[in-house]
């Protein structure tokens, strides 16, 4: 049974049986990865304090060909983030981004990208006070890196220039801007050519710039609308953690 290393961060944990715990790691080696912590409910030793959600470890398992669960062998912890814990808001920022990742993210797909960015902001919540922006960024970010990078720079539908004094629409089927005159769906949201450019700028400005970048209070209103629902648009869903959010903010 080959045996692996890597560095991951816990995006899920549940009770697997009376001992065991089923963990899905987010892992800079091998993408997304699901395996069994045997004993881990009543070792304490072993795991202790390790595989908590949010957490970031150093994580050597092994496994069987052909099983798709893998086996945790040993844990060690480089950083718990505990400071997220200590606030009910922070809590649920960083169950939006591990349960982001954990839906959007196929299963042994490496993305090193992936795994940089939400460590970056789960260091980011640790740290700093909460800030919507860091929603909007996050997933604007994680949008492009899996590939739905909306078009926010012209027109869609014919490719013409947006314009600066006229209302311009977001698509969510089509995931980009559209101009008045190929505005037709009553599914389209309003965009204004500045939450456009704060968009652009939120998913091109290198990570250590981010806490730079400041959103006006109608560029929060309108990315806040096109993000979300652009989100549940490509799942089929809304996620829990975005709703418990919404209802904690009244949004």
Avoid at 17 to 28: A, N, V
Avoid at 56 to 82: C, M, Q, T, W
Avoid at 102 to 121: C, D, H, P, S
Avoid at 160 to 180: A, D, T
Wanted: proline share 2%; charged share 25%; aromatic share 10%.
């Amino acid at each position: 049974m080959p045996s692996h290393k890597t560095e991951a961060i816990v995006i899920q944990s549940m009770d697997f049986g009376e001992r065991d715990k089923l963990i899905t790691f987010l892992t800079k080696k091998f993408g997304k990865l699901k395996g069994i912590a045997k004993g881990a409910k009543n070792s304490k030793k072993r795991f202790s304090g390790t595989l908590e959600i949010f957490s970031h470890i150093n994580l050597n398992f092994f496994e069987k060909e052909n099983l798709g669960l893998a086996r945790i062998e040993s844990v060690s912890l480089i950083d718990p983030f505990s400071k997220i814990n200590e606030s009910i808001e922070k809590v649920t920022y960083g169950s939006y981004f591990v349960e982001l990742v954990n839906e959007m993210v196929g299963e042994r797909e490496e993305n090193k990208a992936i795994f940089t960015l939400l460590l970056y902001f789960l260091r980011l919540l640790n740290r700093e006070k909460i800030c919507e922006e860091y929603l909007r960024i996050y997933e604007v970010r994680l949008l492009t890196l899996l590939g739905y990078q909306p078009q926010l720079d012209k027109c869609i539908i014919c490719q013409g220039e947006i314009g600066l004094k006229v209302q311009n629409w977001f698509s969510l089927k089509r995931g980009g801007v559209v101009c008045p005159t190929c505005h037709k769906g009553i599914e389209d949201l309003p965009i204004s050519l500045g939450t456009s450019r704060v968009m652009k700028a939120a998913r091109s400005y290198p990570l250590s710039k981010i806490t730079r970048i400041k959103f006006t209070a109608q560029a929060l209103k309108e990315s806040r609308q096109i993000l979300s629902n652009f989100v549940e648009y490509q799942l089929g869903k809304r996620l829990k953690s975005l709703q418990f959010l919404e209802q904690m903010k009244g949004m």
